[in-house]
């Protein structure tokens, strides 16, 4: 083992990218994936049978993306992802596969946290007439927030593992720089160093999700 | 004030039906207490939802202060629910807001001005008793309170009624006569029409001006506290109130021990000031007839005492007749029992 002719430069660069990658997939994660499992929770509850349809679609949609392995996903939304953001290579390119593997998983842990609210809450609610907008916003959302954070918590966390995967369409970061060197080089120092910096990455994400979910636990 | 006209609600559809209730019919008076007993299915809890619709009856009407609710738009529905203050069983308030911020909810509904709540919530949580209380969060009340910090917020939005969803049944007896004690006072100063339902005849007896029997999904009884609680008509209200008194086993002992020639057993009802009265022995002493006590009770039905005594007459069947004459003639209710 020799660690002195290690490339610093490049572990930066790479550890930069693989931030980039989870901050701007995580962001848009959760706008898509915030509303569409509040969507899929409120449809599943309705009356009305259209909007029951409605939901078995999106829930059908939700399933499709969900099972396709993420490595397969990134390839076949090449064409997708040079439409929306005009390269398919690089952090740039790696954000919209990113989202799309990770939207619908995300929305499943919404619908999820949402269903723990408790249900003579919605209904107090109700009776003091407040309509489906107030209730998402003032009583879904704030009784639901540890579910929820702790959801983002779980997403962030897979998106560190798809992350590595989006090194092999060219996406750059730790996982690529592991890959790359360790497995195609048997360059193993730089593999344990991207493994010890994705390890850590992991470890604080988890740790500041526990200490939030902590924080907003009132039961 | 509130008129239910032949409301009939089924759940399900097809072989899966449940009918809850139906065809019934129940009108409710401006500034009353009225109670709706019934065992658990009878349908208790499916009306009072259908007063706010939080069920939507199958079929019938819902008039409450001259609207039919059933005829609304979503939006006009909403509206109207901000006059029906509702309490729960389990409380329902929001794990994540403080005493305040659950008390401020309804009024953050309408958007209210921040200074508009906060006069609002104080005077609430000053009506409550839980000034001290107003930065907990719900897990950190005991039940009475949180049925206190619900009793403020079904009060926020100034309604007209309040529904009260077996508002007593997870409190202990204590906490439960204290939560009654404030129902009964916001009764009396905001002159709020208040409809309970629930299990327990003592939740009625202590607080309520009417009360209606439901069961097998319709009104069985109903009638003034004193009526139905002194003279129940149906057998779901006598076993309600024998219920409460469990006494039935021993009297039977006492009263079949008893059986004789000259003697005559009766039920004597006391009411109001008369409870307190000595009409029986001034009666007995004129009449010559002596009596043993087989079986007596003296308490309140809302603030009005009574009293009722279950007593053996002994002595010629003349006198006897006459002292059941005279204490008639008194004004107490006399019921020979054979």
Known sequence: ?219 | MINLKGITKVYGKGSHAATALSGLNLSIEKGEIFGVIGHSGAGKSTLIRCINLLERPTEGEVWVDGVELTKLSQGQLQEQRRKIGMIFQHFNLLSSATVYDNIAFPLRLTGSSRADIDTKVKDLLALVGLEEHRDKYPSQLSGGQKQRVGIARALASDPDVLLCDEATSALDPQTTDAILKLLLDINKRFHLTIVLITHEMHVIQSICDRVAVIHGGGIVEQGKVTEVFLKPQHEVTRDFIRSESQNEGPLRTALDAAAGDNSQAVKITFFGEKTYGSALSNVVRETGVSFAILHGTISTIKDVPYGQMIVRFEGPAEAIAVTIAELTAQGLEVEVIS
């Open chain 1, 1 to 219: 083992m020799n660690f002195a002719d290690l490339n610093w430069q490049e572990m930066m660069d790479a550890t930069v990218a693989t931030l980039k990658m989870i901050v701007f997939s995580g962001l848009f994660t959760i706008i898509l994936g915030l509303p569409l499992g509040i969507l899929l929770y409120l449809c599943e509850r309705s009356n009305s049978i259209v909007i029951r349809v409605i939901y078995s679609v999106l829930s059908l949609l939700v399933n499709i993306l969900r099972s396709v392995p993420f490595i397969i996903l990134m390839v076949a939304l090449i064409p997708f992802t040079k439409e929306i953001v005009g390269t398919s290579i690089g952090v740039l390119g790696t954000i919209p596969p990113l989202v799309i593997g990770a939207a619908p998983f995300f929305a499943r842990l919404v619908e999820t946290a949402l269903r723990e609210v408790d249900r003579g809450v919605i209904e107090a609610a109700q009776g003091m007439g407040a309509s489906t907008n107030q209730i998402v916003m003032r009583v879904l959302l704030p009784e639901a927030r540890p579910g929820l954070i702790a959801g983002v918590t779980i997403t962030l966390v897979t998106l560190v593992s798809y992350t590595a995967m989006a090194g092999q369409v060219g996406g750059g970061g730790l996982g690529d720089l592991a890959i790359r060197y360790g497995y195609l080089r048997y360059e193993t120092e730089i593999m344990l160093i991207s493994i010890t910096f994705i390890v850590i990455l992991v470890q604080l994400l988890q740790m500041a999700g526990d200490r939030l979910v902590k924080y907003f636990t009132r039961k």
